[in-house]
């Protein structure tokens, strides 16, 4: 039985004779469908981030990203902006892409066919109880990805499935099936197209989301990012004064005692010292709001 995502739409069988703007409507009508398909899968979304939160609480654990071609690049996007972004240790986020590293930049259709290294790559990173392992493939049957999940779930940990068809076997094999329905592609079968679209729009919301409830953000800031360059500096600075309401002489004192990370900062202007804006913030899960609620 042919797969939605690998259905031609009669609408634009002869997409390539198009005049070129309405070739490019006609695309962008294909990625409005991304859209759509991420709103249908709030509630589903909604479960993942609930579960993987509560997972990743745990010091120990990791989230693991799993996928082949496009899908498996965008579990890599993710992986690696979540340092900088979130502060999220190197070490607790991984990504396991069909066919390597190497894939990240080369093409190698065959590789997501390898259900062996599938599981070795899975057993081989230690994978167990504590982790979160996310499946990311447009058809839901890509071989390396269902066999990666399937040898997650032995260990224990909690799995959570992107796709781009209904009633897939990813779906079906994940402890939380994201369905995230974009219908034929209006390039026949080119799923770095709608179907990517609605999965790095999800990916986004489903790691913000997670981060959020690990008390990565406050006030709606990135409080935990990594200044590791002028740019994130002047940032860093900035979002001091606004949070801590102080003047930017402060702001930078309070960092430069902190090297440069904010959540202690803002502790540091209200009249801790670094040691004891670390110590308040472990007493309370890392959480800024709970920790300055402690100190009022």
Same mark, same amino acid.
């Given at each position: 039985?042919?797969?939605?995502?690998?259905?031609?739409?009669?609408?634009?069988?002869?997409?390539?004779?198009?005049?070129?703007?309405?070739?490019?409507?006609?695309?962008?009508?294909?990625?409005?469908?991304?859209?759509?398909? *991420?709103?249908?899968?709030?509630?589903?979304?909604?479960?993942?981030?609930?579960?993987?939160?509560?997972?990743?609480?745990?010091?120990?654990?990791?989230?693991?990203?799993?996928?082949?071609?496009?899908?498996?690049? *965008?579990?890599?996007?993710?992986?690696?902006?979540?340092?900088?972004?979130?502060?999220?240790?190197?070490?607790?986020?991984?990504?396991?892409? &069909?066919?390597?590293?190497?894939?990240?930049?080369?093409?190698?259709?065959?590789?997501?066919?390898?259900?062996?290294?599938?599981?070795?790559?899975?057993?081989?990173?230690?994978?167990?109880?504590?982790?979160? *392992?996310?499946?990311?493939?447009?058809?839901?049957?890509?071989?390396?990805?269902?066999?990666?999940?399937?040898?997650?779930?032995?260990?224990?940990?909690?799995?959570?499935?992107?796709?781009?068809?209904?009633?897939?076997?990813?779906?079906?094999?994940?402890?939380?099936?994201?369905?995230?329905?974009?219908?034929?592609?209006?390039?026949?079968?080119?799923?770095?197209?709608?179907?990517?679209?609605?999965?790095?729009?999800?990916?986004?919301?489903?790691?913000?989301?997670?981060?959020?409830?690990?008390?990565?953000?406050?006030?709606?800031?990135?409080?935990?990012?990594?200044?590791?360059?002028?740019?994130?500096?002047?940032? &860093?600075?900035?979002?001091?004064?606004?949070?801590?309401?102080?003047?930017?002489?402060?702001?930078?004192?309070?960092?430069?005692?902190?090297?440069?990370?904010?959540?202690?900062?803002?502790?540091?202007?209200?009249?801790?010292?670094?040691?004891?804006?670390?110590?308040?913030?472990?007493?309370?899960?890392?959480?800024?709001?709970?920790?300055?609620?402690?100190?009022?």
């Amino acid at each position: 039985m042919t797969k939605p995502t690998e259905t031609a739409s009669q609408a634009y069988r002869d997409i390539e004779r198009f005049a070129t703007a309405d070739m490019l409507d006609a695309m962008l009508d294909g990625q409005r469908a991304a859209i759509g398909a *991420v709103k249908a899968a709030l509630p589903a979304l909604e479960t993942a981030v609930e579960a993987a939160a509560n997972r990743l609480f745990d010091s120990e654990s990791r989230l693991i990203y799993v996928g082949a071609g496009t899908s498996g690049r *965008v579990g890599m996007l993710d992986a690696v902006e979540l340092y900088p972004t979130f502060g999220w240790p190197e070490a607790r986020c991984i990504f396991l892409l &069909a066919g390597g590293d190497i894939t990240v930049a080369e093409a190698r259709e065959s590789a997501e066919d390898d259900e062996d290294a599938a599981r070795a790559e899975i057993d081989a990173v230690g994978c167990g109880h504590r982790d979160v *392992v996310v499946g990311i493939a447009a058809s839901g049957s890509t071989p390396y990805t269902l066999a990666a999940i399937g040898a997650a779930k032995t260990c224990g940990a909690l799995t959570i499935g992107l796709a781009n068809n209904p009633g897939s076997a990813l779906l079906e094999e994940a402890e939380c099936g994201v369905l995230l329905e974009t219908g034929p592609e209006v390039l026949a079968g080119s799923t770095r197209m709608a179907a990517g679209t609605s999965q790095k729009i999800a990916v986004n919301l489903f790691s913000t989301a997670v981060m959020m409830r690990l008390g990565k953000v406050y006030r709606g800031r990135m409080v935990d990012m990594k200044p590791t360059n002028k740019k994130l500096v002047h940032r &860093a600075v900035e979002m001091l004064m606004q949070v801590a309401d102080c003047d930017e002489a402060t702001a930078r004192g309070a960092l430069e005692r902190t090297a440069f990370h904010v959540k202690p900062a803002v502790l540091v202007v209200h009249g801790l010292a670094p040691d004891e804006a670390v110590a308040a913030l472990a007493r309370n899960g890392d959480d800024l709001h709970r920790t300055l609620a402690g100190l009022d």
